[in-house]
Nanobody, 117 residues
Framework: QVQLVESGGGLVQPGGSLTLVCAAS????????MGWYRQAPGKQRELVAV???????NYADSVKGRFTISRDNVKSTVSLQMNSLKPDDTSEYYC???????????WGKGTLVTVSS
């Protein structure tokens, strides 16, 4: 059982930056593909970015060039650097750990990002 705890959310002005961090415990971090998802009120949860066990990355079109996902297998953390934030980025952001081999899928409780002037 993997526990995921997100941090780093908050209120930021349009054009600003934030870094989200997800700390994992209770499992072998390096075997999981790690992702960030977000869900705004009244909308479905959507993929923001994913980083595989081999550190390949994939981003939603809406965040390409602005967000960067990275992982530290020693510290068991995954980070999301968010730049040039827009009001449309306002959402609850969730960390996900997925191991396809064993069909394991874990979620954090989320951290709120609000982009507003």
């Amino acid at each position: 059982q993997v526990q995921l705890v997100e941090s780093g959310g908050g209120l930021v002005q349009p054009g600003g930056s934030l870094t989200l961090v997800c700390a994992a415990s209770g499992g072998i971090f390096s075997i999981y593909d790690m992702g960030w998802y977000r869900q705004a009120p009244g909308k479905q949860r959507e993929l923001v970015a994913v980083i595989t066990t081999g550190s390949k990355t994939n981003y939603a079109d809406s965040v390409k060039g602005r967000f960067t996902i990275s992982r530290d297998n020693v510290k068991s953390t995954v980070s999301l650097q968010m730049n040039s934030l827009k009001p449309d980025d306002t959402s609850e952001y969730y960390c996900n750990a997925r191991c396809e081999l064993f069909s394991w899928d874990y979620w954090g409780k989320g951290t709120l990002v609000t982009v507003s002037s």
